[in-house]
């Protein structure tokens, strides 16, 4: 089993483009949720999702989109990419009401 | 929503010594809490957790202890190794739609051999 795997690992963009994140998961789970780590703040929710075809806010969403069209894959879209969300971006995913199995990470910088 | 403080911000101890760290929650419906180590440039991954029904729990030379009434809880890590350096992030979910977890600020480790 590969887990939890995220495409692309690095990416940089300029102000005002757009860019796509794809977290995918092999272990069948419920619930999917894209994270953001800025230094000194831990981990703070964008979206999440718990099921195929549903996803909410989470903390921190404004600026950012999510679709989960299917049950193992949560997307990310940046559709006008700021400074501000130069960060690195995690999925995890969990069954239910379990442990949450992170993704490797993508680090995304925005000039 | 919930709000969880996480104390210190940096941790450096001796080989062989304990490491404390401590969180605070706000929200008295949360009922699980865990903890993950992220390596430097790695992904977070859970080291220990517990849930509201239990005060305290072990694992090797990690322990974890939750006081509901003052809400808060500790990670323990006894007879530290250098490979316990890494980042720890205290967690609560009150269980609701998606068990999100609300994060701490993060604990940075350092085991000074």
Partial sequence: NAGVTQTPKFRVLK?????????AQDMNHEY???????????LRLIHYSVGEGTTAKGE???????????????????????????????CASSYLRSEQFFGPGTRLTVL | GE???????????????SAV??????????????WYKQELGK??????????????????????????TAKHFSLHITETQPEDSAVYFCAASNGAAGNKLTFGGGTRVLVKP
């Fill in chain 1, 32 to 42: 999917m949720y894209w994270y953001r780590q800025d230094p000194g703040m831990g």
């Fill in chain 1, 60 to 90: 921190v969403p404004d600026g950012y989109n999510v679709s989960r069209l299917k049950k193992q894959n949560f997307l990310l879209g940046l559709e006008s990419a700021a400074p501000s969300q130069t960060s690195v971006y995690f």
């Fill in chain 2, 43 to 68: 992904r977070p991954q859970l080291i220990i957790d517990i849930r509201s029904n239990v005060g305290e729990k072990k694992d090797q030379r990690i322990a974890v202890t939750l006081n509901k």
């Fill in chain 2, 21 to 34: 760290i401590k969180c605070t929650y706000s929200d008295s419906a949360s009922n699980y809490f865990p």
């Fill in chain 1, 15 to 23: 102000t005002g483009q757009s860019m796509t994140l794809l977290c």
């Fill in chain 2, 3 to 17: 709000n969880v403080e996480q104390h210190p911000s940096t941790l450096s101890v001796q080989e062989g010594d």
